[in-house]
């Protein structure tokens, strides 16, 4: 999480830059923009792009390049949908790089990692839920807010381990020895974090939460 630059060369770093340019570009276009004219919807995308920054920001790690952090990504997936979530998520790591977490050569794969990934993993258990499950409050709140966030943390851990393997920056032994244990802990820590605020978003301000729809999650239930 949160790579500096000179750990991976140019073979990884300027591709990645590429397909973060490409996804940002169909996110803009994908985006539901006239949510945001909503003073108030904007001023809630606005202070969680703030709040990740200073918790992103807040991060353990021994080694460069094996940072630990909570993400909330699912929790802004699951309020501003996969666009809006991607493109805000982008803006926290631009913050977090100009306060020197990370790197601007690296800033690519970082916002695959972290923002793609993490978007991409909350929006499919989110389509999951919604196609096979019944459509209860309780199972909006369990299975997206807490496994959903959970599910997240563990695929941006697995796909950091994978890139350190492939690029030959650590062994394989050491990664699942010393590093990706730690992402169990910071699942759950993130499960019951981002399960609690989606639960208080749902009860005191469903209005920020685009993915909740009270005809199909509290109607005749």
């Known amino acids: 999480m949160n790579l500096p630059d000179g750990l991976l060369d140019g073979s990884w770093c300027w591709p990645a830059w590429g397909l973060v340019a490409v996804f940002a570009l169909y996110a803009v276009r994908h985006a539901p923009w006239p949510l945001l004219t909503d003073e108030t919807r904007l001023n809630a995308w606005l202070g969680m792009i703030v709040a990740l920054i200073l918790l992103w920001n807040m991060k353990a790690g021994v080694k460069p390049g094996l940072s630990l952090h909570l993400l909330g990504a ?4 699951l309020c501003f949908d996969w666009a809006l979530a991607f493109l805000g998520l982008c803006a926290v790591l631009a913050g977090t790089t100009l306060n020197g977490v990370g790197g601007w050569e690296a800033f690519g794969i970082n916002a695959l990692m972290l923002g793609g990934v ?27 807010g807490f496994f959903g966030a959970g599910l997240t943390v563990l695929a941006v851990g697995a796909a950091s381990c994978l ?10 032994e050491y990664l699942f020895s010393e590093y990706f244990p730690y992402f169990l802990l910071l699942g759950f820590a993130e499960a019951w974090l981002s399960g609690m605020l989606m639960t208080l978003l749902v009860v005191y301000r469903p209005d920020w939460v685009m993915t909740f729809e009270d005809a199909l999650y509290l109607k005749n239930k």
Do not use: D, Q
């Open 118 to 144: 993490g978007v991409a993993v909350s929006y499919g258990v989110r389509r999951l839920e919604k196609r096979f499950l019944p459509h209860h409050f309780f199972i909006y709140v369990f299975v997206n």
């Open 74 to 77: 699912t929790v802004f997936t």
């Open 163 to 172: 890139i350190f393997m492939l690029s030959g920056v650590y062994s394989a």
